[in-house]
């Protein structure tokens, strides 16, 4: 599946041009302008791309807050900002820093590098039971058919997102507001009644589900 950039830059040209080029190489980017909502995109971010001169909260405090909380995301300084001083005092926290202006080739090297090293990376290939799974060409092969799976938006949706947090137990509240990007409102029926379509796509049998396991009274989980 495709990785999700977390991008804080407050310049609008800077920042439209790193997150379109990101885009079409295939990331996911979430660009703000500022840190205010930076941790609520955390817990699906891959990486963080920070700004060192922002509004309020300048990048390292950010930087440094976002580290601590979650040491096993990436960070990746930029800014104009070159002194030996300032590098250093990024690099207290920070994976990498580079210095405006820079190439895209090299920016986006620097980010698979730093994919790479903690791992983060997808794989070309997964499989989950009878189901073989191409994530970077967001296809699904039934094994016992030959063919593939087609899922409607909101099915793939759902199983992607369940996908980038294996075996993790993901409640309903999470799922429904990160696909439907709106607040879940208790005894709503909706990604229930989803979730059982997708079943009768990718299940063997979808009374017995054997890869989106119900976690009752919380929400689903994928074991792989």
Excluded: C
Excluded at 11 to 23: A, K, N
Excluded at 111 to 131: A, D, N, W
Excluded at 173 to 194: A, C, F, N, R
Aim: charged share 30%; glycine share 8%.
């Amino acid at each position: 599946m495709s990785k999700q950039v977390l991008f804080l830059e407050d310049d609008q040209e800077i920042g439209r041009w790193v997150s379109d080029d990101l885009t079409d190489r295939g990331f996911r980017v979430i660009w703000l302008t500022s840190g205010e909502q930076a941790a609520n995109h955390m817990p699906d971010t891959d990486l963080v791309l920070l700004d060192v001169m922002l509004p309020g909260l300048d990048g390292f405090s950010i930087g440094q807050r976002l580290k601590k909380e979650y040491p096993d995301t990436p960070v990746l300084m930029i800014s104009a900002r070159s002194s030996i001083e300032d590098k250093l005092q990024g690099l207290q926290f920070a994976d990498d820093y580079v210095t405006k202006p820079f190439h895209p080739d090299e920016l986006a090297a620097r980010i698979e590098v730093l994919l790479r090293r903690y791992g983060k990376m997808t794989p070309s290939f997964l499989q989950l039971g009878h189901l073989h799974i191409y994530p970077e060409e967001n296809r699904f092969l039934d094994t016992r058919t030959g063919g593939d799976i087609v899922l409607t938006g909101k099915q793939f949706q759902i199983f992607t997102y369940l996908l980038r947090h294996p075996n993790q137990v993901l409640t309903k509240e999470q799922i429904y507001e990160s696909v439907w990007g709106e607040p879940y409102l208790e005894g709503d029926k909706t990604l229930m009644v989803h979730i059982r379509y997708l079943r009768e796509k990718i299940e063997r049998d979808p009374g017995n589900p054997e890869i989106i396991e119900t976690i009752r009274g919380i929400g689903y989980r994928v074991r792989s």
